[in-house]
Structure formats: structure tokens, C-alpha cells
């Protein structure tokens, strides 16, 4: 999402179409289409390299935990209860 709101001429084409015409827009559909084709490459080099078994496997593991557990505990903190 945060790729495609960065786009400034989807942004503009918000702003001047309703948003039923949006929604009909060529230029998103591109752009949607390019950012999971994106994404898919990274994901599949990530994919290639951790099942590889590689030394640094743990390390990467260790890591998204971290940030896993700081994120949920934010989100924990700043949702209402």
C-alpha cells in the first residue's frame, strides 16, 4: 500500500476523479500489477536464501521475532480497550 501512495499521479488521480472512476483507472491496475510482480521477486529470493539453510537462518529468525513481539506489544498498547 505504502508503495502505491507514493505514486504522486495516483495521488493527484484521487483528487480529481470520483471514486467510482478510480476505481475503473487503468493507471492503478498497473500499478498494483507492478507492485505485487515487485514483491514476488523479493519474496522468492527471501524464500530461495532461507531454505538454503543457511548460517545466518537463526539470526534472521531471532530478528522477525523481535520485531514481531515489539509490534504486537505497541499495538496492544495503543489499541483501546
Known sequence: MQLLLADPNLVQ???VN???QFLESQDFQAAVTEAVADNQDA???MAD???T???A???IIVALA???YEAAVD???DSPE
Open 43 to 45: 519474496h522468492n529470493t
Open 66 to 68: 523481535d520485531a514481531f
Open 13 to 15: 488521480q484521487t483528487k
Open 57 to 59: 537462518i537463526n539470526a
Open 49 to 51: 536464501y532461507f531454505f
Open 53 to 55: 539453510d543457511g548460517p
Open 75 to 77: 499495538q496492544l498498547v
Open 18 to 20: 470520483s471514486k467510482k
